[in-house]
């Protein structure tokens, strides 16, 4: 007599009640593995990392004189407001002074499913050579810093 014989042989020989509270202890854990899958879906819809897009400014010469101009949009995907603590500048690993526009952009919070556009500047006289590499490390509240690179050769 196989296993398979044998489990057939006693679920026969169970009264109905008993193959009924076996079903309902089935039920009950697949319920509870499912609350458990709910859960940490939920979670990560609430704590989802923002999205940002930098682009350098589609021009011919520097923009503003003295700036280069990248354009920024932030999304937040999660449910829960965040917002941007620090905005980082590095040319060719120095840390470079830059700015947002509007002034307040990365004061403010993104709240939940939402986005914001605006401007990142970057002072000219900071990138002397043609080989230099720029990066721009955002810091959010919540979530992993996000690092985004150029070469000189996305600008004029």
């Known amino acids: 007599m196989n296993l ?3 489990i057939l042989a006693e679920w026969a020989s169970m009264k109905t009640v008993e193959k009924a509270s076996l079903a309902t ?3 009950a854990a697949l319920a509870a593995l499912l609350n458990a899958l ?3 879906f939920n979670g990560w819809l609430e704590h989802r ?3 940002i897009v ?3 400014y589609d021009f011919a010469d520097v923009m503003f004189g003295d700036y280069y101009l990248f354009e920024l949009k932030i999304v937040n995907p999660a449910k829960v407001s965040n917002f941007i603590r620090e905005l980082l500048c590095y040319v060719d690993c120095r840390e470079q002074p830059c700015m947002t526009d509007p002034l307040e952009l990365l004061a403010n919070p993104i709240d939940g ?3 914001i556009n605006g401007w990142v500047l970057l002072p000219a006289r900071a990138v002397r050579t043609m080989a230099a590499t720029i990066s721009f490390v955002f810091v959010p509240v919540r979530g992993r810093h996000i690092r985004i690179k150029f070469d000189r050769r996305h600008f004029p």
């Open 4 to 6: 398979l014989d044998h």
């Open 38 to 40: 709910i859960s940490l």
């Open 25 to 27: 202890g089935a039920l």
């Open 49 to 51: 990392r923002l999205k």
């Open 54 to 56: 930098l682009r350098p």
């Open 113 to 115: 499913y939402r986005q």
